[in-house]
């Protein structure tokens, strides 16, 4: 009897131990593949999408908003477009965000993965304050940067004039004719892609990116000191100090000795 | 005819609602209909009724997510109504994946898998430390674990919105259930199997056995997905209370001999015997 429940016992352990180590493989390989296809960069959002990490957390993949899309814009990722699965974007290539002014496909959304708040100014939803990326310009590719005339992404763009200029240059290579080239304006880009749609290069050579993508950030070190807004940032500016000790090489030899540079 | 209708009258009704519900949200993305839009992880019936996956929510909440009051409601509305027709009744009678592996269980048996495949190398409880590890890996990596690999999701978005790649997911659950474990996906993997058995633990629809009717034929084990959860056929005169019975009335539809009916669990217990 003892003999019995000492190997019952053994069993068990036995079993205990499998199950953890099955547990512990099965989490690695899950864990690991779910990082993996939730790590894409390049998704652009329908408008309201709330930050990438929270998003992916909270979107339910249902599809509602796009149901609610009068233009089939937006998609669903499904297996085999190496994006989050189940979670909407769009390709405004193929189809931009149209910027409908009662913006249907947010308000819909059970989750609050699309924020309404953030496409409302004063109470009302405004679609030209939406953040769904930001438009780039590929100045190599542009023909406008040839000096061929075309303001096509000019013209496409719902804010016109304000989300995208045309700059005037002289052309020095013909000495007559002018460049109309255009600039994108990050703080009025919603990034609905109709430039993108619009541009006749045969890859488009404006196009849009996500804006945590498309932009650098100039971080605390450096203030605008001629704009009273961006000087607001030092009022809580805490200070580090940092010393770099002197070398003790004599000048000569440190100008001589470039090993340290490589 | 009569008979025919007798042995398979609940598993026209669970194809009816399973194909009748995906019509609907087909529809609801296809041509604008509005009776229920969304898929079956959240959707809004008439516009107005939020519908969401609890567990699909519980995800979210390990995850860290901020939960709105719609989901939350719709989780609830969910949780309730399976409380009520048996928890696991979402399984066999809403669930897409479950024409595709009681597909493969019927082709299991008509070519006689089962006589050279005997021992189950799987625990059946395998479904609940799945679930509890897709909540521990929601909860380390800030996503909702299960949602992003979830060959159910993928099958009914799919047939709604465009499946992609979605079918190789579906012939994969299809062979591991017809060749490597019976019942394999639903009955030994699936994390929402696991949610689901969980609350049907409570529910109040089960399956009434009646032992003076039975025969011993055991036609009832054969069909049933799961079939410890009748221990009792020819035993005892007791209802079906495990949590693992999806409700499918299958055993209902097998059984010759009127020793198994739908009954409405009994709230207050009985002493004598022990429910």
Known sequence: MNNKSQSDRRKFILRMARGAGIAALGGFIWSAYVDEVTASQLMLRPPGAIKEEDFLKTCIKCGLCVEACPYDTLLLAKPGDHKPLGTPYFIPRDVPCYMCPDIPCVPVCPTGALDEASVTTNGKLDITIAEMGLAVIDRETCIAFWGIQCDACYRACPILGQAISVEYNKNERTGKHAYLTPVVHADAC??????????VTEKASIFVLPKEVAMGKAGNYYIKGWDKNDEKRLEDATEIKTKTEISKDKAIDSLNDAGDLY | MSTLWNKYRYLFFRRTTQIGLLFLYFGANAWGWTILMGNLSSSSFLKTVPLSDPYAV???????????TDIVIGALIITIFYLVV????????????????DAAALLRRKIGVDNFAKKQPATRNMRYWVLALSLIISFAMGVT?????????????????????????VLIIFLFDLLVLKNGWCGHVCPLGGFYSLVGKFSLIRVHHTQENCTECMKCK?????????YMIGKESIPVLSGECTNCARCIEACDDNALNFSIRKLVKNNKSGE
């Open chain 1, 190 to 199: 919603t990034g609905c892609g109709l430039c993108e749609k619009a541009c």
């Open chain 2, 58 to 68: 519980l995800q979210m909440i390990a995850a860290g997510a901020v939960i709105a």
């Open chain 2, 86 to 101: 048996g928890g696991r009744a979402f399984c066999s009678w809403v669930c897409p994946i479950n024409i595709v592996t």
């Open chain 2, 145 to 169: 674990a299960f949602e992003f690999i979830s060959p159910i999701s993928m099958l009914h978005r799919g047939i709604i919105f465009g499946i992609g790649f979605g079918w190789a997911a």
């Open chain 2, 222 to 230: 054969v069909v049933c997905p799961e079939a410890q959860v009748l």
